[in-house]
T-cell receptor
Framework: DSGVTQTPKHLITATGQRVTLRCSPR?????VYWYQQSLDQGLQFLIQ???????AKGNILERFSAQQFPDLHSELNLSSLELGDSALYFC???????????????FGPGTRLLVL | GDSVTQMEGPVTLSEEAFLTINCTYT??????LFWYVQYPGEGLQLLLK?????DKGSNKGFEATYRKETTSFHLEKGSVQVSDSAVYFC?????????????FGKGMKLTVNP
C-alpha cells in the first residue's frame, strides 16, 4: 500500500459526459501528479500540482483540468468525454520538499474509466 | 523530447530462469532512471532507481546499472519467481523549467510459470 488513495476505482459513463476523479496523496506529501495509461499511448504524464499550484503540464487535453485543494487532495476533471478517453488514470504523490525534483513518486491504485 | 524504449513482450519464463529486460533512453540532460513494477490490479511501485552514471540500483533481487555510454538501464534478475509476474516499466525523470515529470516506456508484461 503506497498511501495514495484514489476514488472511484471504476467509472463507466457515456460520451459527452463529465467525470471527476479524486486523489488523496500520502500524508505530508505536497506534490501530486496525474498520469493516463492507455493501450495505444502507454503511460503518459498529464499534470503536476505542488502545494496547490500547477507546476508542470504534460500531454493534457484542453477538455481535462485538475486542481489541488488546501487539504492537498487533488481532482482531475474530464469533460466532453470521448471513447478514446477510456483508460486507467493514476495519481502519484511525492514529498515536495524540493518542489518534486529528484523525489520518488508513489502511485495510487488508479481509476479505470470506461466511456461507452 | 526525452524518451524511453524498452522491450514490450509479453514474455513468459519458467521459475528460476534468468531475466533481462532491455531499456534504452534518449535525454538531453542527465536524467535519473527508474524501474517501476505493476502487479495485477495494482498501481505502479518503484522497484529501483539510479541517479547518476555507473550507479547500480537493486531491490528484491533485481538490478540495473545506469550506463551513460550506451544510454541504457537494463533490468536483470538471476532467478525469477512466480510472484515476479507483473508489468515492468522503465522510466526517466525529465526536469524542465524547474519541474519534473516521469517519462515511461511502454511496459513489458512478464509471466513466470511454476
Amino acid at each position: 500500500d503506497s498511501g495514495v488513495t484514489q476514488t472511484p476505482k471504476h467509472l463507466i459513463t457515456a460520451t459527452g459526459q463529465r467525470v471527476t476523479l479524486r486523489c488523496s496523496p500520502r500524508s505530508g506529501d505536497l506534490s501530486v501528479y496525474w498520469y493516463q495509461q492507455s493501450l495505444d499511448q502507454g503511460l503518459q504524464f498529464l499534470i503536476q500540482y505542488y502545494n496547490g499550484e500547477e507546476r508542470a503540464k504534460g500531454n493534457i487535453l484542453e477538455r481535462f483540468s485538475a486542481q489541488q485543494f488546501p487539504d492537498l487532495h487533488s481532482e482531475l476533471n474530464l469533460s466532453s468525454l470521448e471513447l478514446g478517453d477510456s483508460a486507467l488514470y493514476f495519481c502519484a504523490s511525492s514529498a515536495g520538499r524540493a518542489g518534486g525534483l529528484q523525489e520518488t513518486q508513489y502511485f495510487g491504485p488508479g481509476t479505470r474509466l470506461l466511456v461507452l | 523530447g526525452d524518451s524511453v524504449t524498452q522491450m514490450e513482450g509479453p514474455v513468459t519464463l519458467s521459475e528460476e530462469a534468468f531475466l533481462t529486460i532491455n531499456c534504452t533512453y534518449t535525454a538531453t540532460g542527465y536524467p535519473s532512471l527508474f524501474w517501476y513494477v505493476q502487479y495485477p490490479g495494482e498501481g505502479l511501485q518503484l522497484l529501483l532507481k539510479a541517479t547518476k552514471a555507473d550507479d547500480k540500483g537493486s531491490n528484491k533481487g533485481f538490478e540495473a546499472t545506469y550506463r551513460k555510454e550506451t544510454t541504457s538501464f537494463h533490468l536483470e534478475k538471476g532467478s525469477v519467481q512466480v510472484s515476479d509476474s507483473a508489468v515492468y516499466f522503465c522510466a526517466l525523470s525529465d526536469i524542465q523549467g524547474g519541474s519534473e515529470k516521469l517519462v515511461f516506456g511502454k511496459g513489458m508484461k512478464l509471466t513466470v510459470n511454476p
